[in-house]
């Protein structure tokens, strides 16, 4: 099985170059690999003992950048070594402070594993939530350094559990502890004869909760929402802007309405101001004779998790296709969220509908069922609000359980 395995990883790297000369994120990893013994030996200093975290992208570094940062505070004469799998971790963090040296992982094979453990000769080593490399793995098993996996979470339909799965399962132990976000992950493992994990939970919380700490001022969406309640969608897409669209034409002076398309370029907000029939301004023209506009687009990166603090309900884009974006990021400041009916692998949205923090919504009736309630009822509004942040809190600590782990062995 190792032998096939290598294979794939050979024909797969292959399949990458090739594909480098017609897409551009397959040349951006190609180009990012290319070479990088001598790159990357030019870069990692001696003589200070480092710890290597590896991500697979930017959802994944946001999930250790909690441990990285509190490590750097707690440790510093740690050096840390980041690497990454995707382009969209790479080309966003390459140049993240937090780290002494920013990597692409190279492709996985014996060789790569032992020069690239060669060079960094870790102290230990932290992947986060489901990166499973067996080379990367085996090599640092033979080698005995530790090998931590943090924010982990497993499902029953995953290759280690099933009957062909002795090959992975296989991986998994290698492993020195798992982390875990939660008891239905801890008891798959056990399942698996794996008992060295421990429920810490999910980095996320930590992160949001440091987000919130540190969030801007943004005057113009302060401006721009007065006096009134401020709806925002967050990270919207297409399938949520035509069913909120469709509600403030209806209702355009229940509340201000903010919109952050997760993609927002030129064509994306024009397409979504033809769905409105009310005044609507993009973010990089406002001025102050705008504030009379309904809706605000935020047509810009990098403000989203701060805007947050200006809302009154928000609603995270996503939930009518693969995924939800980071609900986390509006409910630690206490607000009413929504999102769309594909939600079930996401367990933050499932735990948050348990309590009565969030509501999910899959048509205009719905929508417009959900935003009537908690404008209505000041009492229920408040509830709901309460257990929004409520979970944020009771779910927070996952860093410091896992640094106090590791750093009770001596390295």
Not at 228 to 238: D, H, I, Q, T, V
Request: proline share 4%; glycine share 6%; with cysteine.
């Amino acid at each position: 099985m190792n032998t096939l395995y290598n294979i794939v990883v050979y024909v797969a790297t292959f399949a990458v170059s090739v594909a480098a000369r017609f897409n551009s994120k397959a040349g951006l990893w190609h180009t990012g690999i290319h070479g990088w013994k001598h790159r990357y030996a030019a870069k990692v200093g001696a003589g200070k003992k480092t710890v290597w975290i590896h991500c697979a992208s930017l959802g994944e570094f946001e999930q250790g950048r909690p441990v990285i940062e509190s490590l750097k505070a707690q440790y510093p004469e740690y050096a840390v070594a980041l690497t990454f799998f995707s382009p969209s971790g790479f080309e966003v963090r390459k140049n993240y402070a937090g780290a002494d040296y920013v990597f692409y992982l190279p492709p996985d094979t014996p060789g790569n594993a032992r020069r690239l453990i060669d060079m960094l000769n870790p102290a230990f080593v932290v992947f986060v939530k489901y990166e499973f490399w067996n080379n990367y793995i085996s090599e640092l098993h033979r080698r005995a350094i530790p090998l931590y996996l943090i924010s982990a979470i497993f499902r029953p339909g995953q290759h280690f559990f099933k009957w062909y799965g002795a090959f992975f399962r296989n991986i998994l132990k290698k492993f020195t502890m798992f982390f875990v976000q939660d008891m239905a992950s801890l008891e798959l493992l056990a399942s698996a004869g794996i008992r060295n994990a421990i429920v810490a939970g999910d980095t996320r919380f930590d992160r949001v909760a440091q987000i919130a700490s540190e969030a801007k001022e943004i005057k113009t969406i302060e401006q721009f929402r007065g006096s009134e309640k401020l709806f925002l969608a967050g990270s919207s897409w297409r399938n949520d802007e035509e069913i909120i669209a469709r509600y403030i034409n209806t209702s355009p002076a229940r509340m201000k309405w903010v919109f952050a398309p997760h993609e927002p370029t030129p064509e994306n907000v024009a397409r979504l101001e033809r769905l409105l029939d009310v005044k609507c301004v993009r973010y990089s023209r406002y001025t102050e004779p705008d504030s009379d506009a309904r809706v605000l687009i935020i047509d810009g990166v990098g403000i989203l998790s701060s805007a947050y603090r200006y809302a009154h309900i928000a609603a995270i884009g996503g939930g009518f296709g693969k995924g939800i974006h980071n609900i986390l990021e509006a409910a630690c400041w206490g607000l009413p969220v929504m999102f769309g009916p594909e939600y079930g692998r996401f367990r933050e949205a499932v735990e948050l509908i348990d309590r009565n923090g969030a509501a999910s919504f899959n048509s205009f009736e719905t929508f417009s069922a959900v935003t009537d309630r908690w404008l209505s009822d000041n009492h229920l509004y408040t509830q709901v609000s309460q257990a929004s942040q409520q979970y944020v809190a009771d779910n927070r600590g996952a860093t410091d359980t896992i640094l106090n782990t590791v750093f009770a062995k001596t390295y």
